[in-house]
């Protein structure tokens, strides 16, 4: 059984820093491309940085120089640094696990980050 736990969201101040954890089970790490998304409340679900099982990253335009995706295979966990908040950074961040070499894909129940003063 797959599961990914998020962790590490709350309530920071505008410019404040918070750090996304998400646990991964039930897959070998090493062989899958893991991403955070978001939800802002009446938005759709968007990339905001993905990291694949080789290491490469991407990021979505409004958090270059503020976030930084990493991964460490030894626990199977990928982390979401964020830095110089935004209140535009609220939303649900979800964690998304999907195997390079198969068309599926995995999420975890998302965790809640607040940016306000």
């Known amino acids: 059984q797959v599961l990914l736990v998020e962790s590490g969201g709350g309530l920071a101040q505008p410019g404040g820093s918070l750090r996304l954890s998400c646990a991964a089970s039930g897959i070998i790490f090493s062989y899958y491309d893991m991403g955070w998304y978001r939800q802002a409340p009446g938005k759709q679900r968007e990339l905001v940085a993905s990291?694949?099982?080789?290491?490469?990253?991407k990021y979505a335009d409004p958090v270059k120089g503020r976030f930084t995706i990493s991964r460490d295979s030894a626990n199977s966990r990928v982390y979401l640094q964020m830095n110089s908040l935004k209140a535009e950074d609220t939303a649900v961040y979800y964690c998304?696990?999907?195997?390079?070499?198969?068309?599926?894909?995995?999420w975890g129940q998302g965790t809640q980050v607040i940016v306000s003063s």
């Open positions: 998304k696990a999907a195997p390079y070499y198969y068309q599926t894909e995995y």
């Open positions: 990291i694949q099982n080789g290491g490469n990253t």
